[in-house]
């Protein structure tokens, strides 16, 4: 049973569609009660940082992922900015993260950028798993994604990093601290390999 | 009420799902006895098919010299019609303007195989998109009517509109993929009426319809079988009768020919054809037109019987992916699951429940066959 | 690295896709839900989808095609047409779309692309730039109402400004290319692409898979939009959905990347 929660941003009939098709059981968690019995959450993001902050913040259900997912261990999956959101603190906003990750989220330098197009990081682009046991299992060796984003994450820890993504230089693309997970990119369009990685996680 | 006990034909997988079927002291039934004494004696496949299919490609260079293309030939993207078109242009030299009717469910392998054969034989396409917002409203009224023969609105519109093209271009030939080795048994009548029957249409049309018919074409049974052949000159021609068609070779050579992608099942190269075949005939009415597909290849030496028995074991839909087809279908339609769901659990009809010229049919079958015109044909 | 995007687009009126000729002649080409379903079948790397009636006839988007169209696509979509206010950007987005594009509303009220940036994110504010070689001079400037009204806008200094005012993309839209399949405006993509440094996506004029190739080798990480040439088929301009599939695209990008 997938638990996607509906704080009011991010693709979340996207996400449920794809389940659906899988024949995979998932339901919309928009209070603390329907979030309460979660085997496996999907945090879905679009937007600034401070914005997502907030609207979490104020969802009610703010209390009750702190705990599934820092004492139960329940996994997650933060997406886009939702990924973001599992850190600290971001260069776009001011209000704190959720710190589920030990990690920043930064801008990209566009002083390094070599094309003419910066940002946002807007596109299909490689990404390379550095484990193949959770996310990316069974899957080729570059599967490819959707990215849009001008923010990148970065964790304190290497061994928190998934997945790389190059984009004038190597980024993550993909983290996991314990039953915390991100995914930068946009699974749930992302057409076979998104699907295959939200199966993943399901199967977990 | 006597209900007739289950009985299977020996021969085929033909069984009493078809009400009308007869069989006889061996168990085996009259489709059999119809392909045993009828159809096979007067099918040439040899040298003398052979020589009527020369005969028959020389008249249409004839006809079609100087011009862009010598005849269409309609094309669905299907097994058939793929091979067919293969072989006329590669084998035979003709040229053919190659035709497809878009009622709006193509599949991407329809597409996709299209695009391989007429890309790679270099051949020229037209397109007919019928208009939605028409095919919608008229596939909607044969629901709502309950008959079993709820593809007509594609089919009776890939006929109207392939004959009215030839005739406003004065083509003279027009080259279908239909053929015996995988049709000589058809779906009978009750579970398939003609889709030609434009009167029956149209009653449909009046009772259930709510768009106009205007921007959808119709034809009938009296203009494509008298008038446009007697008077214009616009013959129907089906070339895979005059040679060996094995379906299983013609899936490899398009295969490795030309990338062709193949489907689960005969007609799927429609969404709406593989919804319809696959699941609302079986479930609402119990016809599953896998047994007259596999009884076909049976009684033409490409398949055992064994093997379509069990295949016929599996249902012929993919429960995996039923519900979202069935979304899929409503959301076209412009309804909801539970209205279509409702429209499944109505009440079974029949062609006889509308107007219909079932007796032009009946007439016009027996003219032809007593005239040896044709050979095969729906009971 | 990041590669350039290949996008199917699609035009609808009156509920139906039709295929125009210089924002004219429009020809029907069918039921949207089953090409876009293709479409996502034949795995595209996004597509655009633009009401060409909605502005003109100062409707709502229509949100039941819209959230149909989303439910079918499994790579990002971008819908147009008709969209003024942040609260029809924000019930868009709501629907299961990636982004949401004006083009109208941008130059009456510029203000929206900063308010839909701060709401849904600029990577979700794409901003449509239809062009129209006008005058004696044959200048390039902006026209809305289905290329009908101009504006007097040059293109460029309008690329400037929303670029500044917080737009994630924009899409060049070259009017007199449409249709015609004879290639690109390359003068005018190159002027534009020279003057910001947001992803842009031009649209107008591709014929064949050569454009491009040959679009990719000038500008490198481009959305190479197309709509006849993904819709038709030869010389009858027969309705057929096409596209390359992944190994073609590949071939393609990779070929026109090292050449770049």
């Known amino acids: 049973m997938i638990t996607i929660i509906n704080y009011g941003l991010g693709n979340i009939q996207a996400i449920a569609n794809i389940y659906n098709r899988l024949n995979i059981p998932v339901v919309i968690a928009s209070t603390p009660d329907e979030l309460a019995s979660a085997e496996k959450i999907i945090l879905p993001g679009v937007g600034a940082f401070d914005w997502a902050m907030r609207l979490l913040n104020e969802s009610g259900m703010r209390s009750c992922l702190d705990k599934l997912v820092m004492v139960n261990k329940v996994p997650v999956l933060g997406i886009c900015v939702g990924m973001q959101m599992l850190a600290r603190c971001s260069d776009e906003g001011k209000l704190e993260g959720l710190s589920w990750i030990d990690a920043e989220v930064k801008k990209f330098d566009e002083s390094k950028f070599v094309q003419k197009t910066h940002l946002p990081h807007m596109g299909w682009n490689d990404v390379m798993p550095q484990r193949t046991d959770c996310l990316f299992r069974g899957m080729e060796a570059k599967p490819r994604y959707y990215f849009l984003h001008s923010y990148y994450f970065l964790p304190?820890?290497?061994?928190?990093?998934?997945?790389?993504?190059?984009?004038?230089?190597?980024?993550?693309?993909a983290v996991r601290s314990e039953n915390v997970f991100g995914a930068q990119f946009h699974p749930e369009k992302s057409h076979q390999w998104g699907i295959q990685l939200l199966k993943n996680f399901a199967e977990l | 009420m006597n209900k007739k006990n289950y009985q299977i034909c020996s021969n085929c997988v033909m069984d009493t799902t078809d009400s009308q079927i007869v069989f006889d002291n061996n168990g085996v039934c009259d489709h059999c006895d119809t392909f045993i004494n009828k159809i096979a004696p007067n099918w040439h496949t040899d040298e003398q098919g052979k020589?009527?299919?020369?005969?028959?490609?020389?008249?249409?260079?004839?006809?079609?010299?100087?011009?862009?293309?010598?005849?269409?030939?309609?094309?669905?993207g299907g097994i058939d019609s793929s091979y067919l078109l293969y072989y006329v242009k590669e084998k035979l030299g003709l040229r053919p303007l190659v035709f497809h009717v878009d009622a709006g469910w193509n599949s991407q392998e329809a597409v996709n195989n299209i695009e391989k054969l007429v890309d790679k034989l270099g051949l020229d396409l037209y397109t007919e998109v019928i208009?939605?917002?028409?095919?919608?409203?008229?596939?909607?009224?044969?629901?709502?009517?309950?008959?079993?023969?709820?593809?007509?609105?594609?089919?009776?519109?890939?006929?109207?509109?392939?004959?009215?093209?030839?005739?406003?271009?004065?083509?003279?030939?027009?080259l279908t993929g239909a053929n015996l080795s995988t049709e000589c048994i058809r779906n009978p009548i009750e579970w398939m009426y003609y889709q030609s029957d434009a009167i029956q249409l149209r009653d449909i049309h009046r009772k259930f319809g709510q768009h106009s018919l205007k921007s959808y074409p119709v034809t009938s049974i009296l203009h494509h079988k008298i008038y446009l052949p007697y008077i214009k000159g616009i013959k129907v021609v089906r070339p895979l009768n005059s040679i060996p068609y094995v379906k299983q070779d013609a899936i490899k050579l398009l295969v490795e020919k030309?990338?062709?992608?193949?489907?689960?099942?005969?007609?799927?190269?429609?969404?709406?054809?593989?919804?319809?075949?696959?699941?609302w005939l079986p479930k609402k009415f119990g016809y599953d037109t896998r047994r007259v597909q596999f009884s076909s290849l049976i009684v033409t030496g490409q398949m055992t019987r064994e093997d379509a028995l069990l295949k016929l074991k599996t249902p012929p839909y993919d429960e995996s992916t039923i519900v979202q087809d069935f979304e899929y279908v409503a959301t076209k339609l412009g309804i909801s699951v539970k209205e279509l769901q409702g429209y499944m659990d109505a009440p079974n009809k029949s062609y006889r429940d509308y107007k219909s010229q079932d007796s032009v049919y009946a007439f016009g079958s027996w003219v032809m066959k007593s005239l040896g015109l044709e050979i095969g044909g729906k009971r | 690295?990041?590669?350039?995007?290949?996008?199917?687009?699609?035009?609808?009126?009156?509920?139906?896709?039709?295929?125009?000729?210089?924002?004219?002649?429009?020809?029907?080409?069918?039921?949207?839900?089953?090409?876009?379903?293709?479409?996502?079948?034949?795995?595209?790397?996004?597509?655009?989808v633009l009401d060409i009636d909605a502005s003109s006839q100062q409707r709502e988007p229509d949100y039941t095609l819209i959230k149909n169209l989303a439910a079918e696509c499994r790579m990002p979509l971008c819908y147009g047409g008709g969209v003024k206010?942040?609260?029809?950007?924000?019930?868009?987005?709501?629907?299961?779309?990636?982004?949401?594009?004006?083009?109208?509303?941008?130059?009456?009220?510029?203000?929206?692309?900063?308010?839909?940036?701060?709401?849904?994110?600029?990577?979700?504010?794409?901003?449509?730039?239809?062009?129209?070689?006008?005058?004696?001079?044959?200048?390039?400037?902006?026209?809305?109402?289905n290329g009908i009204k101009k504006s007097g806008i040059n293109p460029v200094e309008f690329a400037r400004k929303v670029e500044a005012l917080g737009a994630g993309e924009v899409v060049i839209n070259a009017i007199d290319h449409d249709g015609v399949m004879k290639g690109y405006d390359i003068n005018l993509i190159k002027s534009v692409r020279d003057s910001i440094s947001l992803p842009m996506t031009v649209l107008g004029g591709a014929g064949s898979l050569e454009?491009?190739?040959?679009?990719?080798?000038q500008f490198g990480i481009i959305g190479a939009a197309a709509g006849s040439l993904f819709v038709f088929k030869g010389k009858y301009r027969a309705v057929l959905i096409n596209y390359p599939d992944r190994a073609a695209k590949d071939a393609l990008i990779e070929k026109a990347s090292n050449l770049f």
């Open chain 2, 131 to 174: 208009d939605w917002g028409a095919m919608r409203d008229l596939q909607l009224a044969f629901f709502k009517s309950g008959v079993s023969h709820i593809d007509t609105p594609q089919d009776h519109a890939f006929f109207a509109t392939m004959y009215k093209f030839a005739e406003q271009h004065k083509v003279k030939y027009i």
């Open chain 3, 85 to 145: 206010t942040i609260s029809q950007i924000q019930k868009i987005i709501s629907l299961g779309v990636e982004k949401v594009a004006i083009s109208s509303a941008a130059i009456e009220t510029p203000d929206l692309i900063t308010q839909a940036a701060d709401q849904v994110g600029s990577q979700s504010v794409v901003v449509v730039l239809d062009v129209k070689k006008n005058g004696i001079l044959r200048r390039s400037e902006l026209f809305t109402l």
């Open chain 2, 258 to 279: 030309f990338g062709w992608q193949p489907y689960p099942q005969k007609h799927f190269e429609s969404r709406f054809t593989r919804f319809y075949e696959g699941y």
């Open chain 1, 156 to 173: 304190k820890n290497d061994e928190d990093v998934l997945a790389l993504t190059d984009y004038n230089g190597f980024f993550a693309s």
């Open chain 3, 211 to 217: 454009d491009i190739e040959g679009l990719i080798t």
């Open chain 3, 1 to 48: 690295m990041l590669r350039p995007r290949i996008i199917p687009c699609l035009l609808i009126k009156n509920g139906g896709l039709v295929k125009t000729v210089q924002f004219g002649d429009s020809k029907y080409v069918g039921d949207p839900i089953n090409a876009v379903r293709i479409f996502n079948e034949k795995e595209v790397d996004e597509l655009i």
């Open chain 2, 51 to 76: 020589s009527e299919l020369q005969l028959l490609v020389g008249k249409i260079k004839q006809v079609g010299k100087g011009k862009d293309f010598d005849c269409i030939l309609g094309m669905s």
